[in-house]
């Protein structure tokens, strides 16, 4: 498929290790918060999401945290399998109007 | 249940033609959404919808229409397409403030090379 970002950064992880994809985001007043993974020649896949009142939110093998203090969002995948090489960005914003991230691609290593 | 489909998957055209680019969501969603997907970029809002008979203009609307007759539908037209609409076009919907959810759920994307 198509790349959907010809310079994005790579984060590559070894096959059971942990994975921490990072996101700074640009707007103090977003209140809401998501990640996207997306497969090449996919749309986007809605992971997790959390609101700005909270700092930490759990999802199955993902945990994202946000750091209102310095705008930062992070993706935390346990346990990473080759099913989760992908591209993964954040959205930020809330109700319909959201700014979405660059992304950074995950290579799962054997 | 479907999801988000789109219609076309993938189209070329050249200078000046025109087009319709179809979305249908079958979750019963009232919110719906364009966007164009660039190499390096993030998504970029075209234009979107916040229910039946309405629409507005997102981040970067020149040069396309909407409409959204049907709940389940969005179309997108290309009245002359230009090479720099070369991209992949995507759409989205949401249930809404009255839904009690914001997240976006995305269709498989249409490719489009206007040469």
């Known amino acids: 498929g198509e790349s959907v970002g010809l310079h994005l950064p790579t984060l590559s992880v070894q096959e059971g290790d942990n994975s921490i994809i990072n996101c700074a985001y640009s707007?103090?007043?977003?209140?809401?918060f998501i990640w996207y993974k997306q497969e090449s020649g996919k749309g986007p896949q809605f992971i997790i999401d959390?609101?700005?009142?909270?700092d930490k939110r759990q999802g199955q093998r993902v945990t994202v945290l946000l750091n209102k203090t310095v705008k930062h969002l992070s993706l935390q995948i346990a346990a990473t399998q080759p099913g989760d090489s992908a591209v993964y960005f954040c959205a930020e914003g809330g109700t319909y109007k959201y700014i979405f991230g660059t992304g950074t691609r995950l290579k799962v290593l054997a | 249940n479907a999801g988000v489909t789109q219609t076309p998957k993938f189209r070329v055209l050249k200078t000046g033609q025109s087009m319709t680019l179809l979305c249908a969501q079958d979750m019963n969603h009232e919110y719906m959404y364009w966007y164009r997907q660039d190499p390096g970029m993030g998504l970029r809002l075209i234009h979107y919808?916040?229910?039946?008979?309405?629409?507005a203009k997102g981040e970067v609307p020149d040069g396309y229409n909407v409409s959204r007759l049907k709940k389940q539908n969005f179309l997108l037209g290309l009245e002359s397409a230009a090479p720099s609409q070369t991209s992949v076009y995507f759409c989205a919907s949401s249930p809404g403030l009255a839904g009690g959810q914001e997240t976006q759920y995305f269709g498989p994307g249409t490719r489009l090379l206007v040469l």
């Open positions: 707007n103090s007043a977003s209140d809401y």
């Open positions: 959390i609101r700005s009142n909270m």
């Open positions: 919808s916040v229910g039946e008979g309405t629409t």
